[in-house]
């Protein structure tokens, strides 16, 4: 008897301390990585979610399509932040609340007091990096030529710079891509994000069917996600996040 609850007793222990194993893609500011430290905004908040939850993860960076491959074979219980797809929906469960919005956004110069509009967008010299989709609208205004002009360059700090100079009206970028930059080189006081976005993809924390993670642990995640924004803890982690970010480039 002594003999088989000390075995209970030891299955509940290695149950409650087993790790959720989470793969990501290296995608600043979401995700972070510096030697063996991952960070980034995603990853502050996935690891508030399960901390709230009181499930201890680990967080492994990968390329995209191993990634991928790990929470399909379920060699990862999770990934974020997943794009919904119907294919990925046949091996993976997707939370219903979303982890965040990809905008798609414009970026002005605050000096120059010039708002975005689509309807006017033949006005409107633009910066864009090479090889770089924006979403179904704006790539096909680009290859319609509806824009005034468009500037290629290789670096989003690059496209800083244009704009600090009055050489094209509007950066586009993904906005917490943006933002990080912006504080990296300084000028987050200088720049104006226009509202709405241009285009917005929603991301989600999606887990392995073959995994760990049960439908109920799934509907968990999903409750701490909506918890968290509707408390404002969510927009309070996003904002604290780029403050420290700045903080820390300050000193």
Do not use: H
């Not at 680990?58 to 995209?64: D, E, H, N």
């Not at 496209?159 to 917490?176: G, H, M, P, S, Y």
């Amino acid at each position: 008897m002594k003999k088989i609850i000390f075995l209970f007793l030891l299955s509940m222990s290695f149950t409650a301390s087993a790790q959720i194993k989470l793969v990501t893609l290296e995608y600043p500011p979401y995700i972070t990585r510096d030697g063996n430290v991952v960070d980034g905004v995603a990853v502050e908040l996935v690891e508030r979610v399960f901390k709230e939850m009181e499930k201890p993860i680990s967080i492994q960076v990968l390329p995209w399509g191993r990634a991928i491959n790990y929470v399909e074979t379920g060699e990862a219980d999770g990934i974020f932040t997943a794009f919904k797809t119907d294919e990925r929906e046949t091996f993976a469960r997707y939370i219903d609340e979303v982890l965040f919005d990809q905008n798609i956004v414009a970026i002005g110069n605050k000096a120059a007091n010039v708002t975005w509009d689509k309807n006017t967008i033949n006005q409107f010299q633009v910066c864009l990096i090479n090889n770089v989709s924006y979403g179904k609208w704006l790539d096909d205004m680009v290859a319609q030529n509806r824009f005034k002009g468009v500037r290629r360059v290789s670096s989003p700090e690059q496209c800083v710079q244009l704009l600090q100079a009055n050489r094209v009206d509007f950066w586009v970028n993904n906005e917490f891509g943006a933002r990080y930059v912006a504080v990296q080189m300084g000028v987050q006081s200088d720049i104006a994000i226009q509202t709405p976005p241009i285009e917005s993809t929603p991301s989600y924390i999606a887990f392995s069917k073959k995994g760990q993670m049960s439908e109920q642990d799934v509907k968990q995640v999903n409750d701490t996600v909506a918890s968290m924004k509707a408390s404002g803890e969510y927009d309070r982690l996003i904002e604290e996040y780029f403050e420290q970010l700045a903080s820390a480039l300050n000193q």
